[in-house]
């Protein structure tokens, strides 16, 4: 495709990001199908189906993983995870503020109706509404206005430069809905299914059970090769290997890397894992006691084991976090060695040690501790098993703290609505792979509200100078010492408690393969990335 | 409802109820000593050993989080056992109450009571644990208390009929001329008569009130996470059933023997005393 | 529900009907006794949206983002403004009306949900009634043939095993035996078509059943040893008539009628295991749907799941006791002891 050059364009103007400048590979690297690959059906299992398939009111990684089949942002994500058209065939940054995308001809919703740039538009005005309550309006804070200044082209003007937006139309926060479904407030019920442009349409949602997509024939891009697809909720990780064993089940994303063995034991399943680039970590809200005490949220910060929580639960496969970025998500601006020799420096280091953690505390406003509370996704295969270990670290300090199993959507949303914060555990999977987007998320004082991440409430004029900078600034050197700066403060404050850097494993039936699997699972339309018959 | 199958050795103690009892003091055992005899600490990680098979070290195994499953088993008895104890003897406490007087009074009191004993009677129990317990919260405690109450409905109809029994009985007559007051009849005369079936019934509530309480740990509903217990152990080792199927096993073995215990205890002393 | 309890006895016992009085009164009555029960349990119910920690609106909404607006239209959707027992009329008159709400789980009818996990239930609960009701009654006899035998006692501590076996262990060694270890069943879904289902329904259908059982085999036992020694059987025997025709003819007939009073138990029994096994295996239906609903908070739909599963325990309760005055001409005249 012709776009390359402008794709190129982008990137070497806006963001040099060495490990985006070399994707040459295009909308094709997926191989179409030939006309004998074609396969009738195929079940896939998540751990769980969301209630609403609406983004904005259920930005979650297991929605992506079906509605990034049925819609489509003016960007996409390569398989390196690069950026590259979709919608927009072409776009341009005309200045560091402006960016124009050039909507592709012939595009059409699963209801046949044609895309237009007010669909696109409405999309990104509905994220900016602050009554929408977008759960992803913080990637449109630095939008100022959205235009459509031709039938077929949206401009957007940035307030300031922003080397993140750049990823905003590839991500969930772009996905284009169309203008009239966004008036009706059903949207996202069996009622009234999402339209989107993707190869696949809706065609069944019994809320937190199953979702039926069908191939959609009049797609712009290449066709599908599996025509139906359902997609089921299986909660328990027992039953879910048991369905996969029997072959209910062709494959399924996000496996717990402590059951692999399990699973690679299985005869006709394949095993995939890479690393996710998420992390798991705590907050602790700052805005209240006893999380507002510096030594409190120290004690805590030494009371997680987090090598042993590796070892434990992911067999290896992972690494303890140190800070909030995973070193590979750095790749654009500073490599992942350079990264964690920076990480070595930082001070405290937070390792595992009650009797540090003990001090802390003691030094407090609390030394005879106090009763906390926190949440837990049974639906995580890991939050509930590394609460149990913090917890019980935390008791024997004197903090007495216990968890409460929700299910994923209620853990969710009572982190984002900032509603009794406290002390909550958070999995993180990135929306692009940049070294700002965690910091921006959770340690800007903009997020510090309900409907942002920063669920620490963590507020310092410093970090979101640096931030600005990293944020503003394409180059790749300031952009480091800006982040660098970000993670030493964040350190010493403990703006949030890292644990674990966690790999992503899948499985699949060996009849089939998917090639294009990456940990960007849930932002790609996945089912057309290399999936096919062995 | 008659159940000969005992009735031959009414003399003698037969011996599986003596291996019940022995199981059954074993478990109290377990729940009074519980850390004191435990091999291991029931709270201790060792996140870098994980989940293992029996070994020499640990007879039992190691789950998720490398903590001794043994030890976990030995010291969940206490949560096991307190619990049903309670619901049993609350149970039983309310019942006595309300049968003593619904059988002794008669009238208005009688109706009314039995009227609640009735509507309690028409519930689906379990269901209304796992729901109140659900929507309430409060998880363990809160279960003890519906299931209490829900358990003494039936038996406030077993004290009553037992109660009823005993009131033209001509002890009581005796008693009445002699006048002594109702509620020194009641208690003083009547209640150690009926002692014995209440006796037999409280053990059959405790068993019951055992399984409902893992099941409600099971679902999630009952102790919170990283808690010894039984019904806990089943839910979270799930997922380990194939690494180490021991810590599974287990807690569902541990559970079975003490509710067939004291099942068989509770049958064989209505047999052996209330009939 | 207690199963464990020698005695047994349903509530068709204490309302039967004074001396002499025609079968249409008793029913009559019995419906008089039925109608209040429910309007209690309703009133449980509906009750649940107060009980629950935090406000109302909030819990009939969910955690989702809620704005004033959206509360607005929940408080007057569910009257809330309204005083409490008005509330309970405006929400009773719905749900007679078939309307059980919205469920928080995808803004849908929860009366929608719950058709759609109905059949895997109702399956499930038949198979489980039809092993109870037959293997438990077999046992019973076998049991009351053999009383005092190795195998009488063999059946009994089966029978106490049951009982003390919850329903998800027996379902979790089920699962890992048949399903896992010796792959003889399907281990997991509820299969497709009935004889698919049914097939996938049976070792769930199993760890239902065996919990459930222990009360039929107990409850036929004793009655059978009861009839069996009664005097008209030694007569049959004494006149020449077969073991069999006795048996089938008279014993058998007579010792059902108290598994009948007993039916109330077993359906309780039957429900509550339904949950539990449900649960266990993943199936989608009802029983899960409420652990789902109590998980994720969501009131209309544990309303609904609560009062259906309620009213059919009562409802079965009622029609069990219209079957035994039909059975039993001895209730009919109000001559049996309790």
Same mark, same amino acid.
């Given at each position: 495709?012709?776009? +390359? ?43 769980? &189906? ?52 050039? $909507?592709? +001809?012939?595009? !059409?919703?699963?209801? +046949? ?15 900016? %509404?602050?009554?929408?309550? %977008? ?66 349409? =809706? ?19 290449? !066709?599908?090769?599996? !025509? ?28 717990? &890397? ?5 699973? *690679? ?11 996710? =680039?998420?992390?798991?970590? $705590? ?10 005490? &510096? ?17 434990? $639960? =992911? ?31 930082? %001070? ?26 926190? *949440? ?18 935390? !008791?024997? &300090? ?105 790999? %992503? ?24 990335? +290399?999936?096919?018959?062995? | ?96 109450? @309300? ?99 209440? @006796? ?76 | ?102 469920? /928080? ?8 949900? /719950? ?154 029994? /039957? ?68």
């Amino acid at each position: 495709m012709a776009i +390359g050059v402008t794709r190129r364009g982008i990137l070497v103007a806006g963001m040099t990001h060495a490990a985006f400048v070399s994707i040459v590979g295009t909308f094709t690297m997926a191989p179409s199908a030939k006309a004998d690959e074609q396969i009738e059906s195929i079940t896939w299992a998540l751990p769980s &189906i969301p209630d609403t398939l609406f983004i904005p009111h259920a930005w979650m990684t297991y929605t992506g993983a079906i509605m990034s089949l049925v819609q489509e942002g003016p960007l996409a994500f390569g398989n390196d995870l690069g950026l590259e058209a979709a919608l927009a065939d072409r776009w341009e940054v005309v200045n560091p503020t402006t960016i124009k995308y050039h $909507l592709r +001809g012939g595009v !059409k919703f699963g209801d +046949g109706s044609p895309l237009t740039a007010d669909d696109v538009v409405a999309t990104f005005r509905y994220h900016m %509404s602050p009554d929408s309550g %977008s759960q992803l309006a913080s990637f449109y804070n630095s939008v100022a206005t959205v235009e459509a200044s031709a039938p077929d082209e949206v401009t957007v003007n940035l307030k300031a430069p922003n080397v993140q937006f750049a990823f905003t139309p590839a991500h969930m926060a772009g996905f284009v809905f169309k203008k009239e479904q966004l008036a009706d407030k059903r949207i996202g019920t069996p009622e009234v299914l999402p339209l989107g442009t993707g190869a696949y349409k =809706l065609v069944e949602f019994v809320p937190a059970d199953h979702v039926l997509l069908e191939a959609r024939d009049d797609y712009w891009g290449p !066709k599908p090769v599996v !025509k139906r697809i359902t997609l089921k909720a299986i909660p328990d990780r027992t039953a879910r290997l048991l369905a996969m064993q029997q072959g209910a089940i062709d494959g399924t994303f996000d496996l717990a &890397i402590s059951d692999v063995d399990q699973w *690679e034991a299985l005869e006709k399943v394949d095993v995939v894992d890479e690393p996710s =680039l998420g992390v798991y970590l $705590l907050t602790l809200d700052h805005s209240a006691p006893p999380f507002d005490d &510096i030594h409190v949220r120290r004690a805590v910060a030494y009371s997680v084991d987090r090598k042993g929580l590796v070892e434990a $639960l =992911l067999n290896g496969k992972g690494e303890a976090a140190t800070a909030l970025n995973p070193p590979e998500i750095w790749s654009g601006v500073l490599p992942s060695d350079e990264v964690r020799a920076f990480y070595a420096t930082l %001070s405290p280091n937070y390792a595992f040690d009650l009797k540090m953690a003990k001090a802390e505390l003691a030094q407090s406003r609390y030394p005879d501790g106090f009763d906390v509370t926190i *949440e837990a996704s049974t639906a995580d295969p890991y939050m509930v098993n590394i609460m149990q270990s913090v917890t019980e670290n935390l !008791k024997q &300090i004197g903090i007495r703290a216990r968890v409460q199993e929700t299910d994923n959507n209620t853990w969710f949303t009572n982190y984002i609505n900032h509603d009794k914060l406290g002390m909550r555990i958070m999995a993180y999977y990135p929306d692009f792979a940049d070294p700002a987007n965690y910091p921006s998320l959770f340690f800007s004082s903009a997020n510090a509200q309900k409907g942002g991440m920063n669920g620490s409430n963590f507020k310092n004029p410093e970090v979101d100078a640096q931030l600005t900078k990293a944020n503003e600034n394409p180059n790749p050197g300031a952009r480091a010492d800006a982040l660098k700066e970000v993670f030493k403060i964040a350190n010493n404050e403990v703006a949030v408690v890292p644990i674990l850097w966690p790999a %992503s494993a899948m499985a699949i039936n060996k009849k089939y393969k998917l090639s294009g699997y990456t940990a960007f699972w849930y932002n790609i339309p996945w089912a057309m990335r +290399g999936f096919g018959l062995r | 409802m008659s159940a000969p199958a005992i009735s031959e050795t009414r003399r003698r103690v037969p011996i599986v109820i003596l291996i019940a009892a022995l199981i059954v003091t074993a478990m109290v055992i377990c729940a009074i000593l519980g850390e004191k005899i435990a091999p291991d600490s029931p709270f201790l990680q060792r996140l870098g050993v994980g989940d293992t098979p029996p070994s020499p070290v640990h007879v039992a195994g190691t789950d998720l989080l490398g903590r001794d499953v043994l030890s976990r088993v030995i010291y969940g008895a206490r949560t096991a056992l307190v619990g049903p104890v309670v619901v049993a003897a609350g149970a039983f406490a309310i019942a006595t109450l @309300l049968g003593l007087l619904s059988g002794y009074l008669g009238g208005l009191v009688d109706s009314a009571i039995m009227r609640w004993v009735d509507f309690m009677f028409a519930l689906p129990g379990p269901l209304v644990a796992i729901v109140v317990v659900g929507v309430v919260g409060g998880g363990y405690w809160t279960a003890v208390l519906v299931l209490a109450v829900l358990f003494s409905a039936p038996d406030t109809r077993i004290v009553r009929s037992a109660v009823l029994e005993q009131r033209p009985l001509p002890y009581i007559d005796a008693a009445r001329t002699l006048g002594i007051s109702r509620t020194r009849i009641l208690f003083v005369h009547i209640l150690p008569n009926i002692a014995p079936i209440i @006796l037999a019934y409280v053990v059959l509530d405790f068993a019951f009130a055992l399984v409902n309480l893992a099941g409600l740990s099971f679902l999630g509903l009952g102790v919170e996470p990283g808690t010894p217990d039984w019904g806990r152990m089943l839910f979270e080792n799930r997922s380990i059933l194939f690494s180490n199927p021991v810590a599974l096993l287990l807690p569902a073995v541990m559970i079975i023997l003490t509710a067939v215990s004291m099942n068989l205890i509770g049958d064989w002393l209505y047999e052996r005393f209330a009939k | 529900m207690l199963g464990a309890a020698p005695s047994t006895g349903s509530t068709a016992i204490t309302d039967r009907p004074g001396g002499g009085s025609s079968l249409v009164v008793f029913v009559m009555r019995r419906l008089a006794v039925t109608i209040p029960l429910l309007l209690m349990i309703s009133f449980g119910v509906f009750a649940l949206v107060h009980i629950a920690p935090g406000d109302p609106a909030s819990s009939l909404l969910g955690a989702r983002a809620s704005d004033p607006a959206t509360l607005a239209v929940v408080r007057a959707r569910y009257h809330l403004d309204d005083p409490f027992l008005v509330q309970y009329g405006k929400w009773l008159s719905q749900v007679i009306r078939g309307d059980l709400g919205v469920s /928080i789980q995808g803004n849908r009818a929860v009366t929608s949900t /719950i058709a759609d996990r109905l059949g895997v239930t109702i399956i499930l609960s038949l198979m489980s009634t039809t092993l109870v009701l037959g293997i438990g009654i077999l046992l019973g006899a076998v049991a009351a043939f053999r009383c005092g035998t190795r195998l009488d006692r063999a059946i009994v501590i089966f029978g106490v095993f049951g009982i003390s076996s919850p329903a998800f262990v027996t379902g979790i060694f089920l699962l890992y035996v048949f399903g896992v270890l010796l792959h003889w069943f399907p281990v997991f879904g509820p299969g497709e078509g009935i004889l698919d289902r049914a097939w996938h329904l049976t070792l769930p259908a199993f760890a239902l059943a065996t919990s459930v059982m222990a009360i039929v085999i107990k409850i036929t036992r004793a009655a059978m040893i009861e009839e069996l020694a009664r005097d008209y059987v030694t007569f049959a025997r004494a006149r020449g008539l077969s073991s069999r025709r006795i048996f089938f003819a008279y014993v058998l007939r007579n010792s059902l009628i108290p598994v009948v009073t007993a039916a109330g138990l077993i359906v309780v029994g /039957i429900v509550a295991g339904a949950i539990y096994v449900e649960v266990t295996f993943s199936l989608p239906g009802l029983g899960a749907l409420t652990i789902d609903a109590i998980q994720k908070r969501d009131i209309p739909t544990i309303q609904g799941t609560t009062l259906l599963f309620s009213a059919f325990v009562v409802l079965v309760n009622l029609a069990v006791d219209v079957i035994y005055t039909l059975v039993d001409p001895r209730i009919r005249f109000g001559r049996v002891e309790s």
